[in-house]
């Protein structure tokens, strides 16, 4: 009995092996199927031990030998156990993988499911977005909006798409110049009818700025929107980082609230714009135009303005930190609490611009035209104003100490209630100088060359509380 149990077990080893080779026809899709090969060489060795052992008893005649005499043979029922067990296991990891494989096969079918779906989809919203009709356009576009979200490996794709429908469709705009010049008032919405005709485009732009996957597109994913006509656009809350928007025309447009960081916005046309509470840090907008800009509570840290126009805007409680502001024009601007330090104004132009509880520490000003300009209450400490033209200006309640006006145009000007604590006045034209109140020890300021009316100190001035305790008073 024993002797066919084991015969059957090595003819189940035996077709076992058939079907092992029909699955595995190459080494390559034996490794594909991750068969460890440890796995494999342990069991073929110890099968191969097995049968050598079977074939010893099949055709030696152990009752004549000592080594396997009657009382030290290995039992036939052992032998079958040991064939078998490996057969077992080798069957239940042979089953192991064909579960794996129909479980991957089975994702498989998913996945290309999905993408059938998927370009299915985008391609419909394709053939939408070329419609005639404004309406299809724009269910296109929020389509592809949804594909964009849904499926990650169409999402730059999609942005592509909808810059490459945003930048023909504006293009054929620019001809149309239709001027915002016209509204009652700064918070008035651009005419109805200029709005309904780019509602494509609007959209569009929306979608871009609201795209769900922008942190993990690549540095070199930029959206190239330039030299388009994207007047009056409502973009609060936008994100447009990393967008190329030189030379485009955004005049009147509404950027409440906007992110704008590492933006390209040279030469851009931005008249009227509304960008309060926005985020324009580290963007390039030098030759832009600002005029009538609204830009309060914005920030614009190490912000690239050089060469700019911003006559007329409003910088209230803006943050421009280490931003460049070289030759600049920000006449009869209005900045109030507005942050300049160590700001570059070289050849700045601040003619009459109302600088109220402005901080101008460290900033460079060399060479700037402030004439007509009115500090009140601001920081001047360690600004350098060398050769600026100060004729005509007004610095009220102002702090100078260190600062450099050295060769400065004071003509004219009227210094009252200030403390210029080591200020340089050497060089400086003082004529027609008026200086009342103010706190100041340097060498450099004659004052037998001043219109100076005697020192005189309201009690809400107290240089005491800002540590000016070993000041001189020159009268």
Known sequence: MSHIVSVLTGAALLILAYRVKQEWTSWDQFIRFKIRPGIFISATVCLGVIFAILFIAFF??????????????????????????PSLILIWYWREIHKRQDVLKGKGDIRIAKESQYASRFTDAMQLLG???????????????????????????????LAGFIRNNAQANIENNISLNNRTNDSDIPRQQYMEDKADVQAALTVLGRRCHR???????????????????????????????????????YLQD????????????MREVILDNANINGAFLSGADLTLASINN???????????????????DANLTEASLNKVDLSKSSQTNTILVNAKMHNAKLREAQLNSINMTQTILTG?????????????????????????VQIEMTFMNGTNLEGANLKGAHINKAIAIGANFSNANLEN????????????????????????????FNPEKHGMIDVSIKQ
């Open 60 to 85: 030696v005649d152990y009752n004549n030998l000592v080594f396997l005499s009657r009382k030290t043979y290995i039992p036939w029922a052992f032998l079958t156990s040991l064939v078998a067990a």
């Open 131 to 161: 419609s005639e009709k404004i309406d299809l356009r724009i269910g296109a576009i929020y389509s592809l909006e949804q594909i964009s979200k849904d499926y990650f490996e169409l999402h730059w794709p999609i942005v592509e798409t």
């Open 215 to 253: 942190d993990k597109e690549k540095a070199h994913q930029i959206v190239l929107l330039h030299r388009t006509d994207l007047r009056g656009v409502i973009l609060n809350k936008a994100h447009l980082e990393r967008i190329n928007l030189m030379e485009v025309n955004l005049e009147g447009a």
């Open 258 to 269: 906007a992110h704008l960081n590492v933006t390209y916005l040279v030469d851009a046309n």
């Open 298 to 316: 914005a920030s614009l840290i190490g912000t690239d303005l050089d060469g700019s126009e911003m006559s007329e805007a409003k910088l209230n």
């Open 368 to 392: 700037a035209d402030l004439s007509g300009a009115h500090f009140d209450g601001g920081l001047l400490a360690g600004a350098n104003m060398q050769k600026a033209n100060l004729e005509n």
């Open 433 to 460: 100088i008026h200086i009342q109140g103010t706190y100041y020890n340097s060498e450099n300021l004659v004052v037998e060359k001043l219109n100076y009316p005697p020192t005189k100190f309201s009690h809400e």
